[in-house]
């Protein structure tokens, strides 16, 4: 079966520009996350959804990074004015949650560099 | 707070010897650990996880044991392939919601 999908793949942005990051997740799936991945390092938190309530989004580096997730199934990343700080992949995954499991599946990333 | 120290890669073995990733963790409660592996050009896997203290979880070979004593959860298998090769990462999560990943063990298994 299709598994999570991330788009785009590969993201060159200027500083300062907007970038918006999408995630397909598993169909069914109720819990979303986000992580960003710098360069040979593992994945940090960024954010948490249950459904479309965002429940945990305090690995946000700051105020210019946005997520949502308005019907409980595709969400966004959003991140404004973007600067060479914020250039990493940029991994969705999903799970079943609680009731149904809490593995994560992990989508390929988008890898977002800002020059 | 809660965070996952794993050895520096890169790791290079010979077909069939055997592999060790350790990986300590500092948690605050009482957390689960995991094991994810990313082949090249794919993304992260769950390889195993283990929920409570002296569990032992196990996968394709490979097998880790939550040890609380030492907060550690190192990674083992007794004769890597080639098709091991890989970049390893611990993990926990208290309550399944947040997780916190090590940097990453990149694996090379030569021929």
């Known amino acids: 079966g299709a598994g999570v999908s991330q788009s785009p793949r590969y993201k060159v942005a200027k500083r300062g520009q907007d970038v918006a990051l999408r995630c397909d997740p598993i169909?069914?799936?109720?819990?979303l996350f986000w992580y960003q991945q710098a360069l040979g390092q593992g994945p940090e938190f960024l954010t948490y959804?249950?459904?479309?309530?965002?429940?945990?989004k305090s690995g946000l580096p700051s105020d210019r990074f946005f997520a949502e997730r308005p019907e409980g199934s595709v969400s966004t990343l959003k991140i404004q004015r973007t600067q060479q700080e914020d250039s990493a992949v940029y991994l969705c995954a999903s799970s079943l949650g609680l009731a149904g499991g809490y593995e994560q599946y992990f989508g390929p990333g988008t890898r977002l560099t800002v020059t | 707070g809660n965070s996952v120290t794993q050895m520096e890669g890169p790791v290079t073995l010979s077909e069939e010897a055997f592999l060790t990733i350790n990986c300590t963790y500092t948690a605050t409660g009482y957390p689960s650990l995991f094991w994810y592996v990313q082949y090249p050009g794919e993304g992260l896997q769950l390889l195993l996880k283990?929920?409570?203290?002296?569990d032992k979880g196990s996968n394709k070979g490979f097998e880790a044991t939550y040890r609380k004593e030492t907060t550690s959860f190192h990674l083992e298998k007794g004769s890597v392939q080639v098709s091991d090769s890989a970049v390893y990462f611990c993990?926990?999560?208290?309550?399944?919601?947040?997780?916190?990943f090590g940097s990453g063990t990149k694996l090379n298994v030569k021929p």
């Open positions: 169909s069914g799936h109720v819990s």
């Open positions: 283990a929920t409570k203290a002296d």
């Open positions: 959804f249950q459904n479309e309530a965002q429940l945990d």
């Open positions: 993990a926990l999560s208290e309550n399944f919601n947040k997780f916190y």
